[in-house]
């Protein structure tokens, strides 16, 4: 049973840092591509950043250079940092696995809760 199970949300104010965290269970943690998505009312989810097995990363220009992706694949957890973090950061943040071989296979999590607002 794949388990991706979220952490570190929560209320904050502009300007200010969180670490989110996932901790994977069930999977081969180190040959999946990890990804943090967002979503918030009336958008639709997109892709935040993503670290690949091999520690390559990208990231959505919104967030470049204000949040940093990274892996512990001894711990099967996938880390966001978010500094400068501005109001339209707001939203349910998603931790995602995904594996494309013959096929494409894709976990979620359940989602955590940032808000950033004074």
């Known amino acids: 049973q794949v388990q991706l199970v979220e952490s570190g949300g929560g209320l904050v104010q502009p300007g200010g840092s969180l670490r989110l965290s996932c901790a994977a269970s069930?999977?081969?943690?180190?040959?999946?591509?990890m990804g943090w998505y967002r979503q918030s009312p009336g958008k639709q989810r997109e892709l935040v950043a993503a670290v690949t097995s091999g520690g390559s990363t990208n990231y959505a220009d919104s967030v470049k250079g204000r949040f940093t992706i990274s892996r512990d694949n001894a711990k099967n957890t996938v880390y966001l940092q978010m500094n400068s973090l501005k109001p339209e950061d707001t939203a349910v943040y998603y931790c995602?696995?995904?594996?494309?071989?013959?096929?494409?296979?894709?976990?979620w999590g359940q989602g955590t809760q940032v808000t950033v607002s004074s």
């Open positions: 069930g999977i081969i943690f180190s040959i999946y591509t």
């Open positions: 995602n696995a995904e594996l494309v071989s013959f096929g494409k296979v894709s976990f």
